[in-house]
């Protein structure tokens, strides 16, 4: 399992990991499917994670999730990690993870390096998330 705090946007399917949700926004249609931003962390890191049509209502703030063959990707000028086609999600547990909210993966500022073929960090926009508040 790979902690948050070392994945990197690319463009293959290749992350597996494990976290909990820590909180859901509202609902969105993205052309004819239905999707539902969401918070999720592990005691590395946070990251927005995008749910997908049936996903918005199978999962709720306290559940442990399992992600196979998820994407790390730009998606509207905002860093998501998603299951994307390829990837599944399955709860694996509940409210039992440790967990923190900083650094937010999604709100670092990556830049392709080209001599690395690959994205790197370039700033810290904000170490929390400005989607969802820190929870008291």
């Given at each position: 399992m790979l902690p948050l705090q070392d994945i990197v946007p690319a463009?293959?399917?290749?992350?597996?990991t494990q976290f909990i949700l820590l909180n859901k926004?509202?609902?969105?249609?993205?052309?004819q499917n239905k999707?539902?931003?969401?918070?999720?962390?592990?005691?590395?890191?946070?990251?927005h994670f995008q749910l997908w049509g049936d996903e918005c209502e199978a999962f709720e703030p306290g559940d442990?999730?399992?992600l196979t063959g998820g994407i790390f990707s730009c998606n509207r000028k905002n860093w998501l990690l998603r299951a994307g086609k390829r990837g599944k999600v399955e709860k694996v547990g509940e409210f039992t993870m440790?967990?923190?909210?900083?650094p937010n993966m999604s709100e670092i500022d990556w830049i392709h390096d080209p001599s690395k073929s690959k994205f790197v960090k370039k700033a810290v926009i904000s170490p929390h998330s400005r989607i969802f508040p820190p929870i008291p």
């Open positions: 463009a293959g399917n290749n992350i597996n926004g509202k609902k969105t249609l993205e052309g999707t539902c931003l969401a918070l999720v962390a592990d005691e590395t890191a946070a990251v442990i999730i399992r440790a967990y923190v909210e900083t």
